[in-house]
């Protein structure tokens, strides 16, 4: 389908309205002086329905969102509500982030580079291996930026309170990015003031870097809930930017990523997390999920997918995720997720496409 659509652009005052053709993926084709800028929509407009409840074989309620496709080469294979408005991936740029590190002369093993993409879930091994990089490196708890929390995972967070453990900087879930960003500093030379700052040359080199892996400036700048900035690009960049890490060449930073975080999966999550669950079970496949319900994952040789739930709830994200893997050619089950009544399986949540 060709419209023409009219957009703003989100790279300061350019005179003249811009006119781009071709909305189904909202492909961006500025006539600007005949030059090349990348123009996106003002904010993410909704998606559709993805997903549904049933119960006793009636839908009593759905799940809107938007979902991106791409195959193997970066073209879309499917697409469901806004692939071009710009969302907060929330952790799901944690990879990107990674790389960006990585250029600034961060240098780990596979396990703790993944422990730096992670989302974990407090279990002990995240925990104690957060604790030990910032003593190896003359750092503390106290110097993370990331808010005292108790563990993300639910096993280690009962745990915590049956023990009657505090909140602590190291439980929170981004310790191991935060742990990253302060090891980055001290390699790269720069102060660790203020290391949170989006002024800060850390976070101008990862902006920089996320930027190039997605294709497309920042549309928005936020605070995440560990502090850092949150960066937004649309469903489409995030996809091709994890597709680029998958398919980079042995040995670069983007592969190195990928391939610490698909060896390691375990240190990217924790035990019956999704995340853990999807390097485990499909081989190849990398996948970082984010808060707001959100979630990418790519194979190699395959393709990529970008995923947001509307209302930010997670229950939808496997099911839709499964159907999303299926259109690309790769089988993943989702695990169960029953409607009950009376303690008896009386409905699902299904994907609707």
Partial sequence: MHVSVEFRTILGDIPNKVKVINAFMGTMRPLINGGSVWIMRDGYRGGAVLAEVVRSGFAESVHRGSVVVLDAGGAPVA???????????????????????????????????????????????????????????????????????????PTPREEALRAGQAPTRTRMNCSGKHTGMLLTCQAAGWTTDGYWEPAHPLQRQLRATAEELTGEPVAAVGVDG???????????????AFLRLVHAAPGSFERQVADAMRAHPGMV???????????????GLLAKGGAEGFAAVAVPGAGAIALKIDDGNHRAIPAVLSAALGTLGVSWTAPPSPVLGAGETVGELRATW
């Fill in 79 to 153: 697409v469901r509500g806004d692939g071009r408005g710009p969302v907060f991936p929330r952790s799901s740029n944690k990879p990107l982030q990674g790389v960006g590190m990585l250029r600034s002369g961060l240098r780990l093993d596979d396990a703790d580079l993944a422990l730096v993409c992670a989302s974990h879930w407090g279990e002990d091994v995240h925990v104690n291996r957060v604790e030990e990089l910032l003593d190896a490196h003359g750092f503390g708890g106290a110097d993370l930026h990331c808010p005292p929390d108790l563990p993300l995972g």
């Fill in 226 to 240: 560990c502090g850092a900035p949150v960066l937004a690009f649309s469903l489409t960049g995030v996809a091709q």
């Fill in 269 to 283: 999550a924790g035990a019956g997390a999704p995340d853990t669950l999807l390097m485990t079970q499909v081989p």
